[in-house]
């Protein structure tokens, strides 16, 4: 047995637990009318602090991209990775400083900009190394087009955020989390 199945199992557990928790506190909040995002509110603050556990949790299960060799070890895998690792903090430390502040971050929207980038270059990381096959190896790519595809076309259109487009980014990060998990049993030992 692969000495790092295990980590990546959980990996794969936390980022898919994460996702989950992003569509059903979003999606629910829009489909019971509840603002998430109006200042200073009891239901901001509680969404807030969800948030950065949600954010922890897709930031710590997003490792085992990189623990299951997914984005492969040359340079350009490499690099994806640490674009894609990177926006993960972002966001960790915008939600942390929104609820500091007790509204949205000014540097909110360089959170999942930065985001969708890097997750789009860690997909393309993964379809060229071709260390993932089969259905796994296309779902870091569609988790990074989701926002690009499903998210900013709305934005672009109405000038105002979609929840449940935002909410089913989440459902694209179960699928990665659920894909990361399936890897574990076809990782390779990373090399020492």
């Known amino acids: ?3 790092a199945q295990p980590r990546i199992q959980l990996a794969g557990i936390l980022y898919a637990a994460a996702g989950m928790l992003w569509f059903l506190l979003i999606a629910g909040a829009a489909a019971l009318g509840i ?25 710590a299960g997003f490792f085992g991209l990189w623990w299951s060799g997914g984005v492969g070890r040359r340079l350009f895998g490499r690099i ?13 430390l915008v939600e942390a400083h929104s609820l500091i502040l007790g509204e949205l971050s000014p540097l909110f929207p360089l959170a999942p900009l930065s985001s969708a980038v890097g997750l789009l270059r860690a997909g393309i990381a993964v379809l060229t190394t071709r260390q993932w096959q089969g259905w796994t ?24 955020p979609n929840e449940y ?21 076809y990782a390779l030992p990373l090399p020492r």
Do not use: K
Not at 80 to 92: I, R, T
Not at 137 to 160: H, K, V
């Open 1 to 3: 047995m692969n000495t």
């Open 35 to 59: 603002p998430l995002d109006r200042p200073q509110t009891a239901a901001f603050y509680a969404a807030e602090a969800l948030f950065v556990v949600i954010q922890l949790l897709l930031l």
């Open 80 to 92: 994806a990775f640490g674009l894609a690792a990177l926006p993960h903090l972002l966001f960790v």
């Open 137 to 160: 190896r296309w779902i870091p790519l569609t988790a990074g087009l989701y926002p690009w595809l499903c998210m900013f076309p709305f934005l672009a259109l109405t000038g105002e």
């Open 165 to 185: 487009a935002i909410g089913g980014w989440g459902l694209a990060r179960l699928a990665l989390g659920l894909a990361i998990y399936t890897q574990a049993s």
